[in-house]
């Protein structure tokens, strides 16, 4: 069975270009990919690395018990991995934890949305009110009670969770790649 990285000549527009997709963009491609993905995710662990029971009640909220040992885990898991996954050592292991922990997100997001609004009918009375309070985008923004604004957080959030959750699949499935230090090592996972 053909990878989904292997180049059909014969059904290439310009043939020669094979060799270069083969030898040059996809694996860059990749590498390119890998390391994206595992820098943001030790952006977005950096947070919870420096203050790391930040998370308990979170953690404890959506049934990881006790919190104390899960909210530590991880932000170790999402930094730490994180970086795993960008030099490419120990990918696979790495990025499949982290699938894991980001299908968890992504399921959190789906089932436990941001709700219909920011601001109760008093809240709109007060924006309707005007004054200084609020800047002329933010209070058209809010002016449904920021149902819109949410309903975009919302999406984004379930987006993004599912597009972090995919990439730290595929890295689980196909390893480091290219430019990994996986490829250095005599066994990998």
Known sequence: ?????????????????????????????????????????AIEGWPKITAPLAQVGFVEGIGFHPGWLWSPVLAGLQFFGGILIAVGLFTRAAALANGVMLAITWWFHVTHPYGDAFLTAAGIDALKAGGDLFTPVAAARLADGGKAFLETVQEKAELASLFWTGSTLLFAAFGGGWLAVDRRLPKVF
């Open 1 to 41: 069975m053909p990878l989904p990285t292997d180049t059909d000549r014969d059904r290439l527009i310009i043939p020669a270009l094979g060799p270069f997709y083969e030898t040059i963009a996809q694996p860059l491609a990749f590498v390119a990919l890998r390391v994206a993905v595992g820098l943001m995710l």
